[in-house]
T-cell receptor, first 110, second 116 residues
Framework: GQQVMQIPQYQHVQEGEDFTTYCNSS?????IQWYKQRPGGHPVFLIQ?????EVKKQKRLTFQFGEAKKNSSLHITATQTTDVGTYFC??????????FGKGTRLHILP | NAGVTQTPKFQVLKTGQSMTLQCAQD?????MSWYRQDPGMGLRLIHY???????DQGEVPNGYNVSRSTTEDFPLRLLSAAPSQTSVYFC???????????????FGSGTQLSVL
C-alpha cells in the first residue's frame, strides 16, 4: 500500500529560527493535507494542496506541493513558541483512506 | 455544535477485557474513521466508514471491530484487549470522502487507553 514518509522525526530550533518538514509519498497523490497537533491535543487541519507545484502561505507558514505530486514541504519562518507541536502530512489512498506520515515534532528553545 | 465527541477520555483495562470507545459527531458528516497514535508511529488508520451501514478496514484493523448503524455514531470495539492496544485513539470525521474537493478531517479529543 501507499506509504507517506516524513522527515525529520524531531527538530529543535531556537526561537526565531526557521523550520522545515518534508513529506514524501511512494505514489502520486491527488492532494496532500497538513495537520498540527499541539502537545496533549488532537490534530487540527491546516491546509490542503491539490495542484502540481502549488504553493500556499498562511502568515509565517509556507506549504509546497511538488511538481510530481509525490512530495510536499511545510516551512515556518521565524518560529515562535506557539509553533510547538507535531506536524503531520496526510495523503489519500484511494478516495476514502487518509494515510498519515509519522509526523515531525517541533521543539522551540527560548 | 459539539463537533466530534469521544468518550471516555481515559480508560484502563485488564488483558482480555472488552470495551467500546464511543464516537459521535453532530455535523452530518458521512465519513468517519478511527486512528491510533503511538510514540514515533504517527496516526495509523484502524477502520473507516463512508456512510451508515458501510465500514472498511484501514492499516491496522486486527483486534478491533466497528459498526455504523447511524450517520452520527461510529463506535470502536475491542473484543479482547491486549497490552499492544495501549495507545491514544482518535476518531475523525469529514463531510464526504476525501478527494480533490477539499474535505478535511475533524478530530475528537482522543481516548487514552492502557491495557495491563
Amino acid at each position: 500500500g501507499q506509504q507517506v514518509m516524513q522527515i525529520p522525526q524531531y527538530q529543535h530550533v531556537q526561537e526565531g529560527e526557521d523550520f522545515t518538514t518534508y513529506c514524501n509519498s511512494s505514489t502520486t497523490l491527488s492532494n496532500i493535507q497538513w495537520y498540527k497537533q499541539r502537545p496533549g491535543g488532537h490534530p487540527v487541519f491546516l491546509i490542503q494542496l491539490v495542484k502540481s507545484g502549488e504553493v500556499k502561505k498562511q502568515k509565517r507558514l509556507t506549504f509546497q506541493f511538488g511538481e510530481a505530486k509525490k512530495n510536499s514541504s511545510l516551512h515556518i519562518t521565524a518560529t515562535q513558541t506557539t509553533d510547538v507541536g507535531t506536524y503531520f502530512c496526510a495523503g489519500p489512498e484511494r478516495d476514502d483512506k487518509i494515510i498519515f506520515g509519522k509526523g515531525t515534532r517541533l521543539h522551540i528553545l527560548p | 455544535n459539539a463537533g466530534v465527541t469521544q468518550t471516555p477520555k481515559f480508560q484502563v483495562l485488564k488483558t482480555g477485557q472488552s470495551m467500546t470507545l464511543q464516537c459521535a459527531q453532530d455535523m452530518n458528516h458521512e465519513y468517519m474513521s478511527w486512528y491510533r497514535q503511538d510514540p514515533g508511529m504517527g496516526l495509523r488508520l484502524i477502520h473507516y466508514s463512508v456512510g451508515a451501514g458501510i465500514t472498511d478496514q484501514g492499516e491496522v484493523p486486527n483486534g478491533y471491530n466497528v459498526s455504523r448503524s447511524t450517520t452520527e455514531d461510529f463506535p470502536l470495539r475491542l473484543l479482547s484487549a491486549a497490552p499492544s492496544q495501549t495507545s491514544v485513539y482518535f476518531c475523525a470525521s469529514s463531510y464526504s470522502t476525501i478527494s480533490a474537493s477539499g474535505e478535511k478531517l475533524f478530530f475528537g479529543s482522543g481516548t487514552q487507553l492502557s491495557v495491563l
